[in-house]
């Protein structure tokens, strides 16, 4: 089989994860902060040194502003219910997953929240005057996705937290297409992340980072093990948004993939997902009827390579390359207003390609010489 939907969820997970997720349950998979036994102590310190690795791989300066969630859509939600006010301003590029965009028009029919999408085309490009526009409104909270997981297309998120900070506007990253491929940038109030993509960690893990200042209204409430003798949510970090037992197997999992990355390096992994999609994408583009939808080939992107073919039915080319043991994805990908924004909605969408890290040189020619027999 070649895996090639990494943008989803990657597969393989690094080294070390399955086996930390398995002797965590083995061992005995305790509730960290629950008790003074040898297990809960170990539970504490196993939630404690994933923390600090994540925070240390994602360069964020202060572990404990690191709050583990069950998923990135979990941690949008966090900040996007609990700091946007009641008839608030929200502005958003067009190219947002539906993590963002699904609670963003719950609260527009239910808050009367209002929006302003931003234009972004395929390459993360934003249309200059609407994205001016946009921020003279000083919005209550500027959504911004780090890269479309679309098309993988970056987008300008230094520029934007720039001129957010000048205007004092709240920025949230959505960095789940970013994080694990490429270093994440300063400047943002909310960084939110999953653990299951270029983390290379266990599905059923994610998180944000608040910056100094950020203080939503927690998402979910309940028992953290500490100020027990309080009904009230405790009001220090990360207590305060972290309700219920967590996922410790998960976690664990998480761990040993972040020490993975970290000992392989961010820069490394960028560059070789890099050439692989550069090797990708220019043998899509020599077969007949192919047009990618984003970056270009030798174009800074996420690795996540998005074509339509003319005169084709995508989702009989996916089958094709089922069928053919390559797993790619067909459609909208949770992202319809991104495909709304390249123009592909109403064809259905698009097949999108998203190599990994262990994806090899010769499953990219493997893929190729597959699409040049189905195409033809």
Do not use: W
């Not at 943002?188 to 270029?198: A, E, V």
Request: charged share 20%; proline share 8%.
């Amino acid at each position: 089989m070649i895996y090639l939907d990494n943008a989803a969820t990657s597969h393989p997970k690094a080294p070390g994860v399955a086996a930390a997720v398995a002797r965590c349950i083995e061992e005995g998979t305790c509730s960290p902060g629950r008790g003074s036994h040898p297990l809960a102590l170990a539970a504490s310190r196993l939630l404690f040194e994933t923390r600090e690795a994540c925070a240390g791989l994602l360069e964020l300066p202060r572990a404990e502003r690191l709050i583990f969630t069950r998923n990135a859509t979990e941690a949008l939600n966090l900040v996007i219910q609990g700091s946007v006010p009641a008839g608030g301003l929200v502005a958003l590029s067009s190219l947002e997953h539906n993590a963002v965009m699904r609670p963003l028009r719950q609260l527009e029919a239910t808050r009367g929240v209002r929006l302003l999408v931003v234009p972004f085309d395929g390459c993360g490009r934003p249309d200059p005057q609407s994205l001016r526009l946009a921020l003279e409104q000083r919005p209550d909270l500027m959504v911004l996705t780090a890269a479309s997981n679309v098309t993988g297309g970056l987008t300008p998120v230094e520029e934007v937290a720039e001129r957010c900070g000048r205007k004092g506007i709240p920025l949230c990253l959505d960095a789940c297409q970013s994080a694990g491929h490429r270093p994440l940038p300063a400047g943002c109030q909310y960084l939110c992340f999953s653990g299951h993509k270029g983390l290379l960690g266990p599905t059923g893990t994610g998180g944000v980072y608040l910056a100094e200042g950020a203080s939503p209204r927690p998402l979910i409430l309940g028992g953290t093990g500490s100020a027990s003798d309080s009904e009230f949510q405790p009001d220090f970090l990360p207590d305060r948004y972290e309700s219920g037992t967590p996922n410790l197997p998960g976690l664990a999992g998480l761990l040993a993939a972040t020490r993975f990355l970290s000992a392989t390096g961010i820069e490394t992994i960028q560059a070789r997902e890099s050439t692989l999609c550069d090797e990708l994408l220019r043998g899509l583009l020599l077969l007949p009827g192919v047009s990618s939808q984003g970056p270009g080939p030798g174009m800074e992107r996420v690795p996540a390579v998005s074509i339509t073919i003319a005169d084709r039915d995508l989702g009989e080319i996916a089958l094709a390359l089922d069928r053919r043991g390559i797993c790619t994805r067909v459609g909208l990908h949770c992202a319809p207003a991104a495909h709304q924004s390249i123009g592909t909605f109403d064809s259905g969408g698009t097949l999108r390609f998203s190599p990994g890290y262990f994806t090899t040189p010769p499953e990219i020619r493997n893929t190729l010489e597959v699409m040049e027999a189905i195409l033809s």
